[in-house]
């Protein structure tokens, strides 16, 4: 017979959770002074307090005792700038700008940053680079201007550029 001599003489037992009374304390005082923080959260205001505990030991306590919040925030899904109609009726009066990424068998996660002529809905610039950074959503926009205008123009050409709030 193949099983350890150990498990003849096991005998189960009630696991009974041991609560450090003076640290459920101090946590209860941390909830009701903030009902919103996590059990990360007093942990780590325990520790600024000085006292060294197990972020585990904290938790198991809000666990036991019924303390831990459960409260999601709610994302805003509202625009952050006031949206309006980008159709105009003459091209070069108004451009928009969009970065999107695009995942690439040999390259991997690459980016796309894209100017685009509001009358006419023609992508007139882009840029495709391995990062996401401001001066490629420059270098976007700088292609646009040469291929609309030849050259880049040495004063104000009177395109508005429109964005939606994420590079330039």
Same mark, same amino acid.
């Given at each position: 017979?193949?099983?350890?001599?150990?498990?003849?003489?096991?005998? /189960?037992?009630?696991?009974?959770?041991?609560?450090?009374? =003076?640290?459920?304390?101090?946590?209860?005082?941390?909830?009701?002074?903030?009902?919103?923080?996590?059990?990360?959260?007093?942990?780590?205001?325990?520790?600024?307090?000085?006292?060294?505990?197990?972020?585990?030991?904290?938790?198991?306590?809000?666990?036991?005792?019924?303390?831990?919040?459960?409260?999601?925030?709610?994302?805003?899904? /509202?625009?952050? =700038?006031?949206?309006?109609?980008? =159709?105009?009726?003459?091209?070069?009066?108004?451009?928009?700008?969009?970065?999107?990424? *695009?995942?690439?068998?040999?390259?991997?996660?690459?980016?796309?940053?894209?100017?685009?002529?509001?009358?006419?809905?023609?992508? *007139?610039?882009?840029?495709? /680079?391995?990062?996401?950074?401001?001066?490629?959503?420059?270098?976007?926009?700088?292609?646009?201007?040469? /291929?609309?205008?030849?050259?880049?123009?040495?004063?104000?050409?009177?395109?508005?550029?429109?964005?939606?709030?994420?590079?330039?």
């Amino acid at each position: 017979m193949n099983v350890a001599r150990s498990t003849s003489y096991y005998k /189960s037992r009630d696991r009974v959770s041991w609560v450090d009374d =003076v640290l459920a304390q101090r946590i209860k005082h941390l909830i009701d002074a903030e009902p919103y923080l996590g059990y990360r959260m007093v942990w780590a205001r325990l520790r600024m307090q000085g006292i060294a505990v197990n972020r585990k030991a904290v938790q198991r306590i809000m666990q036991l005792k019924g303390w831990q919040c459960h409260r999601r925030l709610k994302k805003r899904c /509202s625009p952050r =700038v006031e949206s309006s109609i980008s =159709v105009v009726q003459f091209s070069n009066v108004r451009w928009a700008t969009d970065a999107t990424y *695009i995942w690439t068998r040999f390259d991997g996660l690459i980016h796309l940053n894209a100017i685009l002529d509001c009358a006419d809905r023609e992508c *007139i610039g882009f840029n495709v /680079s391995q990062r996401n950074d401001a001066i490629e959503a420059a270098w976007a926009l700088e292609d646009a201007l040469i /291929s609309r205008f030849g050259a880049l123009p040495s004063s104000d050409t009177g395109v508005v550029l429109r964005t939606d709030n994420a590079l330039v």
